[in-house]
């Protein structure tokens, strides 16, 4: 059974509705960022990054990798930069 329209555009809008997000999609438009390098772009404590980071991820609008002892973060899809770029 597939999920009427609107409810997957609110759930959309729920996982943008929060500035820290909206602001980790829009420095991963540039490219693959390593967990540190969101942290010293974003004014927000590890705990808060982690948890937004852990949200996005639920939504597949990010995905992650280890490289050595790095996280890194990238959007999943050019979609999601085709979103915030509207």
Not at 4 to 9: F, H, I, M, N, V
Not at 38 to 50: G, K, M, Q, T, W
Not at 59 to 75: E, N, Q
């Amino acid at each position: 059974m597939s999920v009427p329209l609107y409810q997957a555009k609110a759930e959309l809008f729920r996982t943008l509705g929060h500035p820290v997000r909206i602001r980790v999609l829009e420095l991963l438009q540039d490219g693959p960022k390593a967990v540190r390098g969101l942290l010293a772009a974003i004014d927000v404590e590890a705990s808060n990054l982690s948890q937004q980071l852990a949200v996005l991820r639920r939504a597949g609008m990010v995905s992650t990798w280890r490289d050595g002892p790095l996280v890194m973060y990238a959007l999943s899809t050019p979609d999601v930069a085709d979103l915030l770029a509207a």
